[in-house]
């Protein structure tokens, strides 16, 4: 009975993940294997092979991977730095780097925007200091960076995290046994912050595979990603539901397999990852 | 005297402006089991950390064998230490544990790994190269941290509390364990501790110390029987800590009773702390003591007896094997050479026993 007691109070979430989770995905894996007359097919699931789609699906994975690897190597720096400050200070500091969290994700991508224009802040400001103007705008670098940005302290707290649980003494037995900084870096910092990394890699790297809106107000139309393909076969004049069904679920596996294999080659270390 | 292994000269160090230790002089020598003892917030552990490295004194010097080390990283001194809570890399098995400091020394394979078999064989470990840190008990792991340590064949083992994690039986096998080790590798072992059990078990040596003073350095057995203050007589074991007034030579009054004892040069009439071990308290027939007293509680404690007997307005302490039931009128005598006498405190800083 209490069992049950419990249960019902999970189940405002159940209902609401049955009504937008469960049936979608499964009105999706419906679509996916049908075409428009209702029949069964693999068309949509092979047109990720397709030219047209596994263009933007490779640039797509290399510009995730090119985004993960900034937010990390922009993270861990940093969240070495903050993990030496004592804890009340810190959880301050910490606060300034999550605080672009709390803007709309949508507003903070509109300011880059006017940084980034042809005629906005970035070259205004060039200007006055005697510098040529650069156009970013419209181009993958600035697709880049706004996702880099945007996704930035979903890296940097895990990793954080994990560096302030390290003990202090335990970096002070390394040292006593005449580890310098950097051995103590590669051999103690980075391995006990491994679970740390992976979430932040996870949580950087998944959601930027299937990005469009920023690359829709960043890139123009000129960078156009496997996330903009879906997101035309569900929305524009020409829609085609099966097809946009059929590409989200070869993304979807393909994110799987991408994540087994990661774990694979993180055996050992316990895997914290959230995903 | 053997020679000066480790001196502290003038060490004075400050966290904001708490003051931990002040104007500390202290003398290790070579092949001792020297322990730090003393309540936490001492400056015991500050001791041993600016000793391994890991803390700069505000000013004053740390000397190993006469050269000044007080700049040298942990790294350049001939010493390793002993984490309170283990310190081991967990993401490592025991070998590579072990082998880390021989590893970055860049010795041959071949050494590190019958130095990592005989480290283990030490400490009673042997077939744990491969095991993980977190598949060990407290003790196992504590164990390692000690191997670890060693292989590096330090001058100087520096320990600090670190069987305070484990439980009671568990820590005085490890005392033993200690015991052995120190006199199987002949090398300098310096303790940190607040358990004075611990401290008079282990050590040759044990500095005690409060609110950044030393407070009295001795063998344990002298720091048992002869307490220098108040404080050293509360912190190691039970005492009856009394006033007193010196009367003259081998002469004391307690609570207006006049008690002989063989202690001498105090002068004459002077205030003193009078300190009787319970365990020293003889209890006899009303009248055939020196005092006369009523039992008011008495607690059973495995060996002995624990008892409060109520006499002269004092409830005094008395440890026996024999019972005497309270509310029972009853004697006490207490050999004279049982009394100790111990000068007053002279400034605000030697007298924290109340504040425990």
Known sequence: MKKLGSMLLAGPYIIWMVLFTIIPLCLILYNAFTNTDGNFTLDNITAITDYVNAKPLFLSLS?????????FLLSFPLALVLSKY????????VMVFILPMWMNFMLRTLAW????????????GLGILGFDPVYLMNTKAAVILGTAYDYFPFMLLPIY????????DVINAAKDLGATSFVILKRIMLPLSLPGIISGITMVFVPSMSEFVIADMLGGNKVYLIGNVIEQAFNSGYADVHLGSGLSLSLMVLIIISMVIYKLFDKGEGGHGIW | MANKLIELKGITKSFGDKTILDEMDLFMNENRFLTLLGPSGCGKTTTLRIIGGFE????GKVLFEGRDITNTPPNGRPFNTVFQKYALFTHMNIEENIAFGLKIKNK???????KVKYALKLVNLDGFEKRMPDSLSGGQQQRIAIARAIVNEPRVLLLDEPLGALDLKLRQDMQYELIRLKNELGITFIYVT???EEALTMSDTIVVMNKGYIQQIGTPEDIYNEPQNAFVADFIGDSNIINGIMLEDKLVEILGTKFQCVDEGFGNNTPVDVVVRPEDIVLTKPGKGIIDGRVVSAIFKGVHYEMEVKACGFEWLVHSTVLVEPGTEAGMWIDPFNIQIMNKPESEDEEIFIEE
């Open chain 1, 63 to 71: 510009m995730s991977l090119v985004v993960t690897l900034t937010c």
């Open chain 1, 86 to 93: 004592s804890k009340n200070k810190n959880s301050i500091i």
């Open chain 1, 113 to 124: 925007r006017l940084i980034l224009l042809n005629n906005g802040f970035l070259n205004k």
């Open chain 1, 161 to 168: 995290n994990a560096l302030v649980k390290i003990d202090k």
């Open chain 2, 56 to 59: 700069m004194p505000d000013s």
């Open chain 2, 108 to 114: 041959p394979k071949s050494y590190i790994k019958d």
């Open chain 2, 194 to 196: 607040h358990d004075q």
